[in-house]
């Protein structure tokens, strides 16, 4: 068990990091002119150990730097119904229908989380040729400039870190146990799975033009044919897949009381 000693010296550096993280914002806002690297700053100490309380500060902030109630808003929410660690999957059903919903009214478009990372792809290129983006068809659809798509990435990120730092269920973990059961314990190989696998993912996304969120799920919001036979082939691909990558005969679903 750590020290006394060790658990105050731990405490104090922590409230001087927090103190120079809060600072470099600050530093930054007035050299930008522009109090959003503060606010991100506020939030990063925030976030560290979440409580209800610190969840609709945050709210306050961004309300009060976006000038509208939703962040607020969207923070109550958070705070009473963001603390489980599991959902089951007709709440959460109900809670991303809602999402999709609040999507088509504050940005008049649907989820679609790929589409970011395509934009990204067209910004790099800008960057390192310009002319190559004018002359390219492709790169005519995804604008070389930051949309909601890339604030919708991080919007996930931090997000999915602080819902699971609120309800008490973030680890940090370079193999999962289910990957340790069939492929081993090597770090490297899950990684090289894991790369190639992104790459795949996201061709795929581009040429069916849309990905899970995007196709699928705003898909069969819309009642879009395309949606409906997205979701029967990513299912029964998805259990064929399981089957045979992981080597089992057996797939369980299992519902945890906490």
């Keep these: 068990m750590p ?38 700053a506020i939030s990063i100490v925030l976030m560290i150990n979440p ?46 229908a809602l999402t ?3 999507s088509f009214y504050l940005s008049e478009r649907p989820i679609g989380i790929t589409r970011g990372y395509t934009v990204m792809g067209s910004i790099a290129t800008y960057l390192i040729s310009p002319e190559h983006v004018n002359n390219v068809e492709y790169w005519g659809i995804y604008e070389p400039k930051v949309d909601w798509t890339i604030a919708l990435i991080l919007g996930t990120i931090l997000g999915s870190f602080l819902s699971s730092k609120y309800s008490g269920e973030f680890k940090l973990f370079a193999v999962p146990q289910l990957w340790k059961q069939s492929k081993g314990p090597s770090v490297t190989k899950r990684w090289i799975y894991v790369f190639l696998a992104g790459i795949v993912m996201g061709f795929a996304a581009r040429i069916a033009g ?17 949606g409906f036979i997205f979701m029967m082939s990513l299912w029964i691909g998805g259990v064929i897949t399981s089957f045979l990558f992981y080597r089992t005969r057996t797939l369980a679903v299992k519902r945890e009381s906490d």
């Design 210 to 226: 849309g990905c899970v969120s995007g196709l699928l799920i705003s898909g069969v919001i819309q009642l879009a044919p395309s």
């Design 51 to 96: 409580k209800w309380w610190t969840i609709i500060i945050m709210g306050f902030l961004y309300t009060a730097y976006l000038h509208s109630g939703w962040p607020l808003l969207a923070s109550i929410v958070f705070s009473v119904v963001g603390k489980p660690k599991r959902w089951w999957p007709i709440p959460a059903g109900i809670a991303f």
């Design 3 to 40: 020290s006394t000693e060790f658990k105050e010296k731990y405490k104090i550096s922590t409230i001087i990091t927090w103190v120079v993280v809060i600072i470099a914002g600050a530093g930054l806002s007035f050299y930008l002119k522009n109090f959003l690297p503060v606010v991100v």
């Design 100 to 102: 999709e919903v609040f």
